[in-house]
């Protein structure tokens, strides 16, 4: 140590404030839908998540910020035991989670439609501090969902009440074991077999290659039953409670935990099934079919993390903005740095109202509601999944620009920000594995639903404001018909460009239509941004089906 004065002055440290007063967007949806009475009741909770998230839980996760989730294989006596420790903000987050209800509060019949918007607006301002909690409780509602449907009385009186629970000491999580070497994507290919032993008991064998949150209570999952015929339909959906009492796995290895680029606290196992008791849930097969309301609540929860992790990321870099001085201005008065930081806001604007519009529609197609869309919502789940993911990527990375040097370098925590994005366009299905998607739900309800939500919405834009807005919406809209008619090879293709160029259409609807709203209550931020998304991004680009041999040389 030495006396001396420091010879240059330290940066700036930022702060991200209470998440809920920061974020406009969402409080500019929930003013905008929610009935007044149910909005007063949860503007108070909200208001306190948004606090303890941008405050006592970020504290733990800066201090957290080098611990790792870690695979215990034996005991000190030579016991195999595999035991998986996790780190301090996981031990708590379940807690957190089940005593704001995050997965109570989407099946609680009280809130009616609204049950599905008041759930993911909280766990909107839980997800950024909580180092990716949000995976296992995005499991537990696809589970639940399942098992509230599935006509499986026993495992539904068995585990609902533990994955609907408030109370920490109750509350459950779920697995969602589908992954295998053989099929990733391509979940037809699934190896594992499933037998029945000699007391009629179906017994599983076979590796589960990526397995997330593996600690869960139970999980779903897939396995061939002995002889029954190749692909996704010959496929079951299994429920498994992989430990017993005392906490012990039965029959199941967890051979290691995945060394991944992010999402690091989140322990992902690959998991050896040898022989591990299991029930089905619905049947013997159509297994991917069973599984697929999952897979839509887990891609749901994953846009809802985009948009989550996006708002910590610009709101890291306001706090920055104001504090740090280049050139003799702070960053906030500078041009240029303003011109970023506004695209930045507008993108992941467009990006939230789409994502809370689809959230509101699976709350009306849940309570089955008269005004009710399930084709929409079949359009809008690979929709919102695939490009609120590609957003949130391309947002980290600016985020980490905005602060420099800095943003590269581990302890400020930022780097772990574009890491762990990355995950969001690869798990729950790629961007390609959900543009085929959204081709494939296209061919079951077709486009219409999708393309006359967009007109409607653009039709009501009246006023000279929106008249650009609504201007560049109802162009593209004149295109899909020419986009969609492409042929199987050049759709299939196009399908990702095609997908993109619908995610923004719908996007831009919906923040238009708050736009409108909110200038009746002389708020003109959503309509501003609104104008800067379509400048920025429409005209739309014409999605490139053709053959790319050429490119690709001898390929
Ligand atoms: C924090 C954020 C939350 C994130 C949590 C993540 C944690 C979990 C981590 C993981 O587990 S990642 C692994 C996730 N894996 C995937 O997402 C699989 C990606 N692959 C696909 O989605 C493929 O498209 C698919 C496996 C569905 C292809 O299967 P098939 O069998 O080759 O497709 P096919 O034959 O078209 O569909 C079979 C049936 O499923 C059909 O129904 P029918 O039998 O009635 O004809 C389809 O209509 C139905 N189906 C497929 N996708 C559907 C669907 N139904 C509704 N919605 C869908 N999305």
Redesign the pocket.
């Known amino acids: 140590m030495t006396d001396r004065e420091p010879l240059s002055t330290p940066l700036p440290v930022p702060e991200p404030g209470n998440g809920f007063e920061q974020d406009w967007v969402l409080r500019a949806w929930l003013e905008s839908t929610l009935p007044a009475d149910l909005l007063a009741s949860e503007q108070p909770v909200l208001h306190e998540l948004g606090a303890r998230s941008g405050g006592e839980w970020y504290r733990l996760h800066r201090a957290d910020r080098v611990h790792e989730p870690r695979l215990v294989q034996w005991d000190p006596w030579g016991l195999r035991v595999d035991h998986i420790e996790l780190t301090e903000v996981w031990k708590r987050a379940h807690g957190w989670a089940a005593e704001y209800g995050l997965v109570a509060c989407g099946y609680d019949a009280a809130l009616a439609e609204h049950a599905r918007t008041v759930q993911f607006a909280r766990a909107w301002l839980y997800i950024p501090s909580t180092d990716?909690y949000?995976?296992p409780l995005?499991?537990t509602d696809g589970a639940a969902r399942i098992l509230t449907d599935a006509g499986n009385a026993a495992l539904a009186e068995r585990a609902l009440p533990h994955l609907l629970a408030r109370d920490p000491d109750r509350f459950w999580t779920s697995g969602?074991w589908?992954?295998e070497t053989a099929g990733?994507?391509?979940?037809?290919n699934t190896e594992t077999v499933a037998r029945r032993d000699a007391d009629g008991r179906w017994r599983l064998t076979g590796r589960k290659w990526?397995t997330?949150a593996a600690t869960s209570e139970i999980a779903l999952t897939l396995a061939r039953p002995e002889g029954a015929p190749e692909?996704?339909?010959g496929l079951a959906l299994f429920y498994i409670e992989p430990r017993d009492d005392q906490g012990r796995l039965r029959d199941i290895e967890v051979l290691r935990l995945k060394d991944k680029l992010g999402t690091r606290k989140l322990p992902t196992a690959e998991l050896w099934l040898d022989g591990a008791q299991a029930e089905p849930v619905r049947g013997l097969e159509?297994g991917?079919?069973n599984i697929?309301p999952m897979?839509?609540l887990?891609r749901t929860?994953?846009a809802v993390?985009a948009c989550a992790l996006a708002r910590r990321g610009i709101d890291l870099a306001r706090a920055y903005a104001e504090q740090r001085r280049a050139f003799g201005r702070v960053l906030a008065r500078q041009p240029l740095h303003r011109r970023t930081l506004a695209a930045m806001e507008a993108d992941p604007a467009a990006a939230a109202l789409g994502t809370l519009a689809m959230i509101a529609e699976l709350g009306r197609v849940e309570a089955a509601t008269d005004d009710a869309r399930p084709d929409l919502l079949?359009l809008l789940?690979?929709l919102l999944k695939l490009g609120t993911a590609k957003d949130a990527i391309a947002l980290a990375s600016e985020t980490l620009e905005c602060f420099g040097g800095a943003g590269y370098v581990e302890d400020t925590g930022l780097p772990e920000l574009l890491r762990d994005v990355q995950v969001?366009s690869i798990?729950?299905?790629t961007t390609n594995?959900l543009s085929?998607?959204l081709l494939?739900a296209i061919g079951?309800v077709g486009v219409a639903p999708l393309t006359e939500a967009v007109a409607d919405r653009a039709r009501a834009l009246d006023g000279e404001p929106l008249a650009p807005v609504r201007r560049a919406l109802e162009q593209a809209l004149e295109r899909v018909p020419a986009w969609l008619d492409a042929g199987d090879e050049r759709l299939e293709a196009a399908g990702r460009e095609l997908a993109l160029n619908l995610y923004r259409m719908f996007c831009l609807a919906e923040l238009a239509t708050v736009a409108r709203r909110r200038l009746a209550d002389d708020d003109g931020r959503p309509l501003a941004a609104a104008r800067l998304f379509a400048a920025r991004h429409f005209p739309l680009r014409e999605p490139v089906g053709e053959d790319c041999g050429a490119v690709l040389g001898d390929f």
């Open positions: 990716f949000g995976c995005a499991m969602q589908m992954t990733g994507s391509d979940v037809g990526f997330s692909g996704s339909r159509r991917v079919a697929a897979l839509n887990t929860w994953n993390t079949r789940t690979p969001l798990w729950e299905g594995v085929l998607d494939r079951q």
